[in-house]
């Protein structure tokens, strides 16, 4: 019989419930085994080597993509499938290197058999495993123990809770070598040159600003309102940097501005010096650095224009937030 809409709600948010408890377990049981896997990592990187991330069923497929997230943050990182390790591809394996084996109880045998392959070729072992007292936990050289004190599985069977923490905290380890190794921006941006990640990781401002005549640049003490207006809507834009005599930026003439001179200048508003209704000392940002940063900005000031300056604070660009959403920046 078809449940209910109630009763599929209520099931759906019970699973999500026991994994939520796995993941909290998982989190308290933390303990100095977990600091000694990092500093094994950190040291197969500092050699040169890679780590080796092997499991079957369900578990196959958690690390085949916690090799991809160790990739991603320049950690070598490959899968080897058990089976397959039997018939050649231990050939991949080094001395050095260091193994993560997935296993939930920690008696699969086809993970079991890479404990005494991986002693002969000189790696070190991880047991990720939910069964401390196992015979992969006990064989390792170190462990990585997750809480998953029931699955999700209405029949208890399928891997669920168990699968999610070992995820997590495949990913935890991650995570924490990615900050203390110290990664950036910049260096995680060269993991991931394609599609919009890439984009959004690699493009600099200097890459998506308006330039020329689509970055409306005026002297500040010859300029009027009349004149700043004309150059921004020349220029479809919806600011003017201002300049001294030396082309040094001194501040900005945006469309707000333009309505309060109207608001405020009198009759002969348009003929007044920009230099009475202009912003001085605008956020400006560096035309070198990483687009993401103009978005930073647009948000956390909640500006509409700004203008990219180079190495001498002169105007070289111009960025609207409305450029944004078309770059796939937002």
């Known amino acids: 019989m078809p449940l209910d809409s109630a009763t599929l709600l209520a099931q759906a948010r019970q699973c999500l419930a026991i994994e939520r408890e796995a993941l909290d377990a998982t989190a308290t049981a933390l303990n100095e085994d977990f600091v000694k896997v990092v500093r094994a990592v950190e040291a197969v990187v500092a050699t040169g080597h890679k780590l080796i991330i092997s499991g079957v069923g369900k578990n196959a497929h958690i690390a085949q993509k916690l090799a991809g997230t160790f990739n991603s943050t320049g950690v070598p990182a490959c899968f080897l499938d058990p089976t397959q390790a039997r018939h050649g591809d231990l050939g991949l394996c080094a001395a050095g290197d260091l193994a993560i084996l997935l296993s939930n109880s920690g008696a699969s045998a086809e993970v079991l058999q ?8 000189g790696l070190l072992t991880v047991a990720l495993t939910g069964s401390p007292e196992s015979e992969l936990a006990r064989g390792a050289n170190y462990r990585l ?5 029931r699955e999700a599985c209405p029949l208890a069977l399928a891997p669920t809770a168990s699968t999610t923490a070992a995820l997590a905290l495949g990913d935890a380890l991650a995570m924490v070598l990615l900050e203390s190794r ?25 890459d998506i600003m308006r ?15 009349q004149a700043a207006i004309f150059a921004m809507t020349k220029a479809k834009a919806g600011a003017v940097a201002l300049v001294d005599a030396n082309g040094v930026m001194t501040g900005i003439f945006t469309d707000g501005d333009f309505r309060r001179s109207a608001l405020h200048g009198g009759a002969d508003f348009l003929k007044t010096s920009v230099q009475k209704f202009m912003t001085r000392q605008p956020r400006t940002i560096s035309a070198q650095v990483l687009a993401v940063e103009a978005l930073k900005i647009f948000q956390q000031y909640r500006i509409s224009d700004l203008i990219a300056l180079d190495a001498e604070q002169k105007p070289v660009g111009y960025i609207d937030v409305q450029d944004l959403p078309k770059l796939k920046i937002l």
């Open 114 to 121: 890479l404990l005494p392959l991986f002693e002969k070729f």
């Open 145 to 149: 123990i997750y809480q998953a004190p």
């Open 182 to 206: 110290g990664l950036t921006r910049e260096d995680f941006a060269k993991y991931h040159p394609a599609g919009t990640l890439g984009m959004t990781l690699l493009l600099r401002v200097k």
């Open 211 to 225: 330039t020329g005549e689509a970055c409306p640049v005026l002297p500040e003490n010859t300029t009027t309102v």
